[in-house]
């Protein structure tokens, strides 16, 4: 039968709701403003430089390896550039622009646009990126050298020549107050500043449905009971360091945590329980990185242990026969 | 007993307004009816006509021998002009009975009360004879939900007023306009199948139809219970699960939790198929959207088709238009107005595309997990789109994919705009055929 040319013929459903991956990845950029505008308050044009040159890199990099893998560019999404801001935000201000933009280029080549895209990556671009860039230090070392010549400062900033609040923590220095620690307390990465602020951010995440409460509250509160059994103030744990930025920011990624609540929850446990290890075990280093991206490798298998039964279906006779 | 939801689901907004308010008319017989033989899920018809005989209203023009099936009678008198192959909205083609209609239109006279036969099997008896099917949308024969297995017996009947559908209002109207059809038939229904008591199950978005139905109701053993608003509340296991607690298993029919559910204008039918012997040649459609000039429920007869209905409703405003058979949820998008209004159609759905969803480009799941907190068969929509996709039959199955029951809320809110239901759809008869020996 001739078809109508003035009918419009596709699959049901015919409605959808109004959310794109492109919007939610703007929403966490968005949610990413309060603590970036604190962190430009602090460090000024060392800051505005690092954030521009890692937005700039992902940009170049997502075009480069779209264009070499024969496809079509996806900045639309907002992926990209939300990769680039939070590799600035786990960077100290005075970092040198070359291994930011490697870590950023790390991260959305070979850990996302290798992966096959926005989607397929098994990893945090990001937290890969900065990983990456720990575990190449000798390539870091030498770029350190060949590039000396060309570091970037807009003068030293007063605020990093004290220690973080991580390392006082470490030290057993005496802590600044809890309200200081809460608002700002600069000193380490970018995304450090100030847990305030990435708490507004999280808050707007949330009341834009983004945010599943699991991951973030089992990280959290993990961390808090660990530390507290071990004798250690828990609220200091949880303001300091990239915790807040980790928990609410980092290991909620839809795409590297897994998609079963239960699962979630497991998720989050892990976490926190590989930060508290790394930070009592193996200082100074900071575990939260660590810790959300080892467990990213755990996710398949935490969803296949995790399945829901069917409707209709019971626990017992549920099929668990599925591969991943 | 309150109902308690159901686990996944969504709340959509409902675009009832264009016509939930809005009377049933009846409009203008049609010139021409195309009457399929096959507008229930089961066996096709045989035609009992040929081409050149001339035809009563109520008429049995199409019957089969087969247990699951249903006949099906002439809408309206006229001459019979082709017995062939014709389009339906299913996108399919089906046999179908073509009949001129005569311009003098004898009514059709209802069978005298006394002839009426209240036994179980005279019950089941003319409900078959009516040729009636479920008509919510699936088509399923009605006389044969009647009939349960032995070993499976039917203690409650639901019946199904949720029309959890955005947009549609037939079943909003016939509540209200016909509850004393309603439950007669509902009471038909319960003693037909020898069931205790009978729910009429109706969402809480439609309090003037529970309203007509509870001051209309003297019978102790129907009771009228509101649901939340909710889709898909009308989906079969979804509805059992929220009123009674119980739980279909997967591949199984309700009657092995002791339910049978059926639509509220099944019931309507089944009164006046006990009643006056009445087939079911005409039903209450809903032509709505926000590209039909003049949104309606109208009675149609069966084999009207779509074009002359839309006429009745103004034509649409603007083309293109996106003419939904069903509901926008679950409904088929036609590509062609010449295809008849069937027994099993609840509404017509008429959008401008503009507002209205067409496939577009999709991109990779990004695992978002929308779809697994919306599935109401508590399936992994996210998985299966991933195995349907790149066409592994057996992870696809082993996902459950056959146990989709096609509802659309995976794809309503997926972020990267992937048409889950199209690959489920496309997925299920490859399940099938390698399932075959």
């Not at chain 1, 990769?83 to 080549?109: E, S």
């Not at chain 2, 009429?200 to 209309?216: F, G, M, S, T, Y």
């Amino acid at each position: 039968m001739k078809a109508d040319a003035e009918l419009v013929v596709s699959s049901a459903p015919h409605l959808r709701d109004n959310r794109t991956v492109g919007r939610a990845m703007r929403d966490v950029f968005l949610a990413l403003m309060p603590v970036t505008a604190v962190s430009l308050y602090f460090f000024r044009w060392n800051a505005l430089f690092l954030i521009s040159v890692c937005l700039i890199t992902a940009v170049f990099t997502e075009i480069l390896f779209r264009r070499m893998m024969k496809k079509e560019p996806t900045l639309h999404d907002w992926s990209a550039v939300l990769t680039g801001l939070f590799v600035a935000m786990l960077f100290p201000a005075t970092t040198p622009w070359w291994k930011a933009a490697l870590a950023v280029f790390i991260g959305i080549g070979l850990a996302k646009e290798l992966a096959g895209g926005l989607g397929r990556n098994r990893f945090n671009p990001a937290l890969f990126g900065l990983v990456a860039l720990m575990l190449l230090s000798p390539l870091v070392a030498f770029l350190d050298e060949q590039f000396a010549s060309l570091y970037v400062s807009f003068g030293t900033v007063d605020v990093l020549t004290q220690a973080t609040p991580l390392a006082m923590l470490h030290q057993g220095m005496e802590m600044p107050s809890y309200t200081s620690l809460l608002t700002a307390f600069p000193g380490g990465a970018l995304g450090e500043t100030s847990p305030l602020f990435l708490f507004i951010g999280a808050a707007y995440l949330f009341y834009r449905g983004h945010l599943n409460w699991r991951i973030p509250a089992s990280i959290l509160l993990t961390v808090a009971a660990l530390t507290a059994v071990l004798g250690q103030n828990p609220i200091e744990h949880l303001l300091v360091g990239s915790l807040p930025l980790g928990a609410f920011f980092m290991a909620t990624d839809w795409v590297t945590s897994p998609f079963t609540n239960k699962g979630k929850v497991i998720f989050g446990v892990c976490i926190g329980i590989g930060v508290v290890i790394f930070r009592l075990g193996l200082a100074p280093t900071e575990g939260v990185a660590y810790s959300i991206l080892i467990m990213n490798g755990f996710v398949p298998m935490i969803e296949r242990w995790t399945l829901r039964p069917q409707f209709g279906q019971n626990r017992q006779t549920m099929a668990r026969s599925v591969e991943p | 007993m309150t109902p308690k939801p159901f686990m996944g689901g969504l709340k959509i907004p409902h675009y009832k307004s264009f016509t939930e308010h809005a009377s049933i008319t009846v409009i203008p017989a049609p010139e021409q009816l195309v009457i399929p033989l096959r507008q229930h899920i089961g066996a096709p018809c045989n035609s009992l006509v040929k081409v050149g005989d001339a035809v009563t209203t109520g008429q049995k023009i199409g019957d089969s021998d087969a247990f699951v099936s249903a006949p099906v009678h002439a809408s309206l008198s006229g001459r019979v002009t082709a017995v062939e192959m014709r389009p339906s909205h299913s996108g399919q083609d089906v046999p179908s009975v073509v009949i001129d209609v005569d311009d003098a239109q004898q009514p059709w006279c209802p069978s005298a009360p006394e002839t009426r036969d209240l036994t179980k099997d005279g019950i089941i008896a003319a409900v078959k004879e009516a040729g009636i099917v479920g008509m919510g949308g699936a088509g399923f024969p009605t006389a044969v939900k009647l009939q349960p297995p032995a070993d499976k017996p039917v203690d409650t009947v639901l019946l199904n007023g949720c029309e959890c559908e955005p947009y549609l209002t037939c079943d909003h109207r016939v509540m209200v306009e016909m509850p004393e059809q309603i439950l007669k038939g509902a009471a038909y229904i319960r003693q037909a199948l020898g069931a205790e008591t009978v729910l009429i199950c109706v969402e809480d978005n439609k309090p003037d139809a529970v309203e007509a139905l509870r001051q209309r109701n003297t019978d102790q053993s129907t009771r009228i219970v509101t649901v939340p608003t909710k889709y898909p509340q009308g989906a079969e296991k979804q509805l059992i699960k929220a009123v009674l607690g119980r739980e279909v298993p997967p591949q199984l029919l309700p009657f092995a939790v002791g339910v049978v559910v059926q639509n509220v204008g099944t019931a309507v039918a089944v009164c006046e198929a006990v009643d006056q012997g009445k087939p079911l040649v005409e039903r209450v459609v809903t032509v709505t959207g926000d590209n039909i000039a003049d949104p309606k429920n109208l009675r149609v007869p069966v084999g009207t088709l779509l074009s002359h209905v839309i006429e009745q409703c103004g034509g649409l405003i603007k083309t293109p238009a996106k003419v939904i058979v069903g509901g926008p949820m679950t409904g088929v998008a036609q590509k062609s107005l010449s295809v008849p209004v069937t027994k099993a159609v609840t509404g017509i759905t008429v959008l401008n595309p503009a507002t209205a969803v067409t496939n577009g480009e999709y991109t990779h799941c990004v695992r978002c997990g929308r779809c697994v907190d919306g599935c109401p068969m508590l399936l992994y929509p996210n998985q299966i789109s991933v195995f349907c996709e790149a066409n592994l039959v057996e992870r696809a199955r082993q996902w459950n994919t056959m146990d989709c029951i096609e509802c659309g809320i995976c794809a309503y809110v997926c972020p990267s705009n992937r048409p889950i239901i199209r690959f489920v759809q496309d997925m299920k008869p490859r399940i099938q055929a390698a399932q075959r020996p």
